[in-house]
């Protein structure tokens, strides 16, 4: 843990630079200079991941790395409006911000967490929250699930790198196993949350696992983060499942199961509309791509083309919506047509041959401005740049 000597020096020199003073270490030889670093390092990413953790000045950072892998507050918070009870034991505890947050909702948390760093981390920064409720417990998590008593919920967030640190994604590479222990793990609670990769195979691991109730796919600012599957007693059709498309901080979110999914059928477009619709980020990992056409009233531009169209603007769709300026098939003619005068756009490939690279150097782009070039495949085959500007 650290002295109040280097707690202090990192407070007082947060908007310093850090390579600058540790070059400067010398000249404070009662500060731990290297530690103070980790601090000022953890401080700054807290701001946008941790928000609420960093107003308070005697939260304690941990590595980058440790950083790197926690939840953000933003889906922490999530997953805290899916639980509730009296007892909550979180077997992978981490840093303890999905642990924090959904302890608001029981009257007891154990927090399990065998890398004793973390875990003083993890218990000093509960005294500093004021989170008396969470009991810290430094042990491996299988020898807490032999003697823990039955609890309303248990949360996982198994380890994602194999013993040679390469990064993994199936369920059964991960550290502990999901799928060998699922029996045990429901002898031990009434539902359990598993926090799993954004790369996952949901279809596989809907397989692998027998008990699963729900899907819950979040996004935050555009980019899936995390997919978190619901265990419970009850076996359910995975037809029936229902899966939860959370789109972060907005709250176009957008609920299905599967059986609609395999079910919808939905109408193509032989050229778009005035307006173009792009599913955000939750929806496309979800493989959700026929049951949006139906729902809203859309056109799909291909059957492998997550792009939807209409005539009428479609307030409601949960992703990013645009207004056509124009659509041109791609030829060596198209700097002097469809993009006369432009300098710049947001380019991006869907279901296209060529990728964003090698086709901004082709079209001589830059990177940003307020139009929107999509590259994309139409329902007869044809390689389109569809221009925009958001509706």
Known sequence: MLDERTIQFAIQHRQDDVH??????????????????????????????????????????PSRLSMEQCSSEATARYKATLVGGSTLADLTGGLGVDCAFMSERFEKTIYVERNEQIFAISSANFRSLALSNIHPVCEDALRVLETLPLQDWLYLDPARRSTSGRKVVALDDCEPDVTALEDKLLQHASQVMIKCSPMLDIHRACQ???????????ALNGECKELLLILGKTPKNPDEMGVFCINLPSDDSFFFTRKEEKEATCEFASEPGLYLYEPNAAILKAGCFKLPAQRFGLKKLHPNTQLYTSDTLCKDFPGRSFRVVGAEKLSKDIRKSLLAGITQANLTTRNFPTSVDDLRKRLRLAEGGSHYLFATTTNDNRHLLVLCTKA
């Open 208 to 218: 692998q696992l027998r008990s699963v109730q729900s899907i819950h796919v979040v």
């Open 20 to 61: 600058r003073l540790l070059l400067l270490a010398s000249q404070y030889p009662d500060v731990d200079m290297p530690a103070a670093a980790t601090q000022i390092e953890g401080w700054h990413a807290a701001r946008t991941k941790i928000p609420s953790w960093a107003e308070n000045d005697a939260v304690i950072w």
